[in-house]
C-alpha cells in the first residue's frame, strides 16, 4: 500500500515544476505548458486525499478542472497564436508595454 | 400710514428692474423706472409730510431680521418729524437730479446702469434715514458708501475715476471702522439696537466708565465720538475729507446728488438722530463742534484757490457740512438739519449749474480757461449767481437764515461756541469770496478758451435748464420757514421758526437767552463780511485782475500750501497708503502669498509627485516578476500560516 504523503509529495513536485517552469522560462508556450502542470499538481493531490478520506466530492472537482483546462488551452493556445501572428514573438519579455 | 414704505420700495423696484432689463430691454429709456419711480417716491414723501404735520408719527417694527441668543434685530421703520424732513430733502433733490440727468448724461453707453446705480443710491440713502435701530442705518450707511463707490467710479475705463472711486470708498472703511465700533459698543452698553430702547437707556448709563489700557473714559463720551468717526467719514470732515473733491472724477448729477441729498448729508443726520446720546456728552459735543469749525475754515481756504470749477464747489460743500457739524455740537440739532435742507437745494443747484457749464464747454473744467458765459447761457448765470448769493447767507435767500442760525447759536453756545463762532464767520468771508471767485471767473469777462470751444457754447437743453430753475426756487425760498423772531417781527409775525418748531419734538431746541440788539449785531456782522467777501472776489477778478497773481507770487508758499491742499494727500500717501502698499507687496504677497501659500499649495503635489515615482517603478509590466512576487507572497502567507498554526 502506497502511503498517502507519497502522493501529496509528487503533486507537490509537480506543482513546484509548473511554477518554476513559469517563472524562469520565457517563451509563452513553455509558461502556458507549466500553468497546466500546476493544474495536475493539484489534481493529483484531490485524487489522493479524495481517495484516502473515502469521498468522491474530490474527484468530481479534479473532472471539472480537466474540464477547465481543456477549454483554457482552447482560449489560450488561440491568443498565443494571435499575439504571434501580431508580433513575430513569443517572448514574454518583449510584451512590457502595460508598465507604469 | 402703510404706504410709507413705498417711498425705499420704489427706487428699488427701479433698480432691479434696471439692473437686469437694463442692458437688453430697457437701454434708451432707463431713465422712465427710475424717474417715476423717484416721482411716485416725492409724492408719497408729501402725504408723509402732511401726516405727520398732523402730528401722527410712527415707530413699527415690520420684520424680526436677525435672532441670536438675547440679539435681536428688526427690520423696522420710523417716519416723524426729522425723517420727514429728510425724506423730502432726499425724494426731491433726486427727482430733479434724474430729470437733469436724462439730459446729461444722453449719449452716456452706460445710460441703464447709471440710472440703476443712481436709483440704488436713493434707496440706500431713504433706508438710511427711515431706520429704525442701528443695524439698519448701517446698512444704508454701507449701502451709500457701496453706491459712491459705483457712481464716482462709473467712467471706470478712465484710471482717475476708478482711482477716485476707490479712494472714497477706502477712505470711508476708516471713519465706518469706528462706526462699526460703536455699534457694537451701544449693544453692548444697552443690549439693543433699538433706537427708542437706546435712547430711553442712555441717561441711565450717562456717568458710567469703561477702563480702556488704564484710562478710565466715560462710556458715552466713548459711544459718541466712535459714532462719530462715522460721520467725519461720510461726511468728509477734516481729516477725512479727501475722498470728496475727487469725487468729482464721478458724472456731475452725481455730484450733486451726494453733495446736496445722499451720502454726505447722512452724517449729519446721524448725529441729529442719535442727539440724546450726543447730548449727554460735552466732551463729545465739544468735538463735533471744533471739528466742524476747523472744517469749514479749512476747505474754505482751499477753495479760494483751486481752479477746477467742481472742486471749488467740492470743498465749498466740505465747508458748509462743517457749519452743520458745528450746529449739531453746539447743541442746536435743529439748525444743522435747516441748513442742510437750505444746503440740498443750492449746493444742488451749484453742481448742475457747473454741470451745465461743462456741457457746454464740452467737458472742461478747468475756470480759467471759461469767462464771459454769461452771454451765452443766461439761465444757468442767473440761476447759478442766486445760488452763489444763497451760499453766501446773504438775505432774503435760503442760505441766509440757516447760516444766520448756526452762527447765533454757536455765538451763545458757551464753552468752545465763541471760537467756533469766530471760526465759522471767518468762513463765511471766504464762503462769499470763493463763490463769486467761481462766479466771476467762469461768467464775467472775455472767454478764455479755444475758438472751438466758443463756436460750441450754447445753452443746455430744457430738461437740464428746468431742474435748474426748480431748485432756484427752492435756493431762494426754502429758508423762509426758519425765520429768526427778530427778523418776523418786524411783519408783525411773532413766531415765524417753524422749521425749528417742527423738528422741536425729536432734537429739541436751545432756548437762547440774548438781548435782541446783540442778535442783529451778530446777524448784521456776518451779512458784512459775506458782503465784503463778495467785494473783494470783485476787486480781485473784475476790477483788478492783476491782484491774485501778485499776491500768488507775494505769498508763494501760502499759495502753493492752498493750492496742493495743505499737502494732506500727500501727507496720507507717505504715512498710510506707500506703507499699506509695501505690507501688501512684502508681507502678503512677498511672504504670506508668494513663500507659505505657494509653498504649500506646490509642495503637496510635488511631495506626491516624487512619491509616485517611485512607486511606478513597482509597475513594470513583466508578466514573470508578478508572477515571482505572487509567488513569493503565497510562500510567505503560507509561512505564516504554518507558524501561528501549527
Redesign the interface.
Known amino acids: 500500500m502506497v502511503p498517502l504523503y507519497w502522493y501529496l509529495w509528487l503533486g507537490g513536485v509537480v506543482f513546484a515544476i509548473g511554477?518554476f517552469g513559469?517563472?524562469a522560462r520565457?517563451n509563452i508556450i513553455i509558461?502556458f505548458l507549466s500553468i497546466e502542470l500546476m493544474l495536475n499538481g493539484v489534481n493529483i493531490s484531490l485524487v489522493a486525499l479524495s481517495h484516502y478520506m473515502q469521498d468522491l466530492r474530490g474527484q468530481i472537482l479534479v473532472f471539472f478542472i480537466i474540464a477547465v483546462a481543456a477549454a483554457e488551452a482552447a482560449i489560450g493556445l488561440a491568443i498565443i497564436i494571435a499575439m504571434f501572428r501580431n508580433r513575430d514573438t513569443l517572448h514574454?519579455?518583449e510584451?512590457?508595454?502595460?508598465?507604469? | 400710514m402703510q404706504y410709507y414704505l413705498l417711498i425705499p420700495l420704489l427706487p428699488l423696484g427701479a433698480f432691479v428692474l434696471n439692473i437686469m432689463l437694463g442692458r437688453r430691454v430697457i437701454r434708451r429709456q432707463a431713465h422712465w423706472p427710475s424717474t417715476l419711480a423717484v416721482a411716485g417716491s416725492l409724492v408719497v414723501t408729501v402725504m408723509v409730510l402732511l401726516d405727520v404735520m398732523s402730528g401722527r408719527t410712527l415707530n413699527e417694527d415690520l420684520y424680526v431680521w436677525i435672532v441670536s441668543g438675547n440679539f435681536k434685530v428688526s427690520v423696522g421703520f420710523m417716519i416723524d418729524q426729522l425723517t420727514a424732513v429728510m425724506l423730502v430733502v432726499v425724494t426731491s433733490v433726486s427727482f430733479l437730479v434724474h430729470v437733469y440727468s436724462i439730459g446729461y448724461m444722453q449719449d452716456d453707453p452706460g445710460y441703464y446702469r447709471f440710472y440703476a446705480y443712481l436709483s440704488l443710491f436713493t434707496f440706500s440713502m431713504l433706508m438710511l434715514v427711515t431706520a429704525n435701530n442701528f443695524l439698519q442705518l448701517y446698512f444704508g450707511w454701507e449701502a451709500v458708501g457701496l453706491c459712491s463707490y459705483l457712481l464716482i467710479g462709473f467712467w471706470y475705463e478712465k484710471r482717475s475715476a476708478s482711482d477716485a472711486g476707490k479712494k472714497a470708498f477706502i477712505v470711508n472703511r476708516f471713519g465706518d471702522f469706528g462706526f462699526g465700533l460703536g455699534v457694537i459698543m451701544v449693544f453692548l452698553t444697552f443690549g439693543t439696537l433699538d433706537y427708542v430702547s437706546v435712547f430711553d437707556g442712555a441717561g441711565g448709563v450717562a456717568a458710567q466708565t469703561i477702563n480702556i489700557l488704564g484710562a478710565d473714559v466715560n462710556l458715552i463720551t466713548l459711544i459718541a465720538l466712535l459714532l462719530f468717526c462715522g460721520a467725519v467719514g461720510k461726511s468728509a470732515q477734516v481729516p477725512l475729507h479727501v475722498w470728496l473733491p475727487d469725487a468729482m472724477e464721478g458724472p456731475t448729477p452725481v455730484s450733486a446728488l451726494i453733495h446736496a441729498a445722499t451720502m454726505v448729508t447722512a452724517g449729519v443726520f446721524m448725529v441729529a438722530r442719535l442727539n440724546p446720546i450726543f447730548s449727554l456728552s460735552p466732551v463729545a459735543m465739544d468735538v463735533v463742534a471744533v471739528v466742524g469749525a476747523v472744517t469749514a475754515l479749512f476747505a474754505a481756504t482751499i477753495a479760494l484757490v483751486q481752479n477746477d470749477i467742481k472742486r471749488v464747489i467740492a470743498y465749498s460743500t466740505i465747508s458748509q457740512l462743517g457749519y452743520m457739524f458745528i450746529a449739531c455740537g453746539v447743541g442746536a440739532f435743529g439748525a444743522g438739519i435747516f441748513h442742510l435742507y437750505t444746503h440740498a437745494f443750492f449746493k444742488a443747484l451749484l453742481f448742475l449749474c457747473a454741470g451745465s457749464v461743462m456741457h457746454a464747454m464740452g467737458g472742461e473744467v478747468d475756470m480759467q480757461k471759461m469767462g464771459g458765459l454769461k452771454r451765452y447761457m443766461p439761465l444757468t448765470y442767473w440761476t447759478m449767481l442766486i445760488a452763489s448769493l444763497s451760499i453766501s447767507g446773504i438775505p432774503p435767500l435760503a442760505g441766509f437764515f440757516s447760516k444766520d442760525e448756526i452762527l447765533w447759536v454757536a455765538f451763545n453756545g458757551g464753552g468752545v461756541g465763541r471760537v467756533v463762532w469766530a471760526l465759522g464767520t471767518l468762513a463765511a468771508v471766504l464762503t462769499a469770496f470763493y463763490s463769486f471767485r467761481l462766479i466771476y471767473l467762469t461768467f464775467h469777462g472775455e472767454f478764455r478758451g479755444t475758438e472751438e470751444q466758443r463756436h460750441h457754447l450754447h445753452e443746455s437743453p430744457a430738461v437740464m435748464t428746468v431742474p435748474l430753475a426748480v431748485l432756484c426756487v427752492g435756493a431762494v425760498a426754502a429758508g423762509w420757514i426758519g425765520i429768526p423772531p427778530i427778523i418776523s417781527s418786524v411783519f408783525g409775525v411773532e413766531d415765524a421758526n417753524w422749521f425749528a418748531e417742527f423738528l422741536k419734538p425729536v432734537v429739541g431746541h436751545p432756548e437762547i437767552e440774548a438781548p435782541h440788539s446783540t442778535e442783529a449785531l451778530v446777524m448784521g456782522f456776518s451779512v458784512a463780511v459775506a458782503a465784503a467777501g463778495i467785494a473783494v472776489a470783485w476787486v480781485f477778478y473784475i476790477k483788478n485782475r492783476e491782484i491774485p497773481a501778485v499776491l500768488a507770487r507775494r505769498c508763494g508758499i501760502l499759495y502753493r500750501l492752498l493750492f496742493n491742499k495743505y499737502y494732506v494727500d500727500e501727507i496720507y500717501n507717505a504715512t498710510v497708503v506707500r506703507p499699506a502698499m509695501l505690507i501688501a507687496r512684502y508681507v502678503l504677497v512677498g511672504l504670506s502669498d508668494g513663500v507659505i501659500i505657494e509653498g504649500v499649495v506646490n509642495g503637496v503635489p510635488a511631495l506626491i509627485n516624487r512619491f509616485g515615482a517611485r512607486l511606478r517603478r513597482l509597475q513594470s509590466g513583466l508578466l514573470q516578476s508578478y508572477a515571482a512576487v505572487m509567488a513569493l507572497g503565497l510562500f510567505l502567507l503560507m509561512a505564516v500560516v504554518v507558524m501561528v498554526l501549527k
Open positions: 511554477v513559469f517563472l520565457r509558461m514574454a519579455d510584451m512590457a508595454e502595460m508598465k507604469g
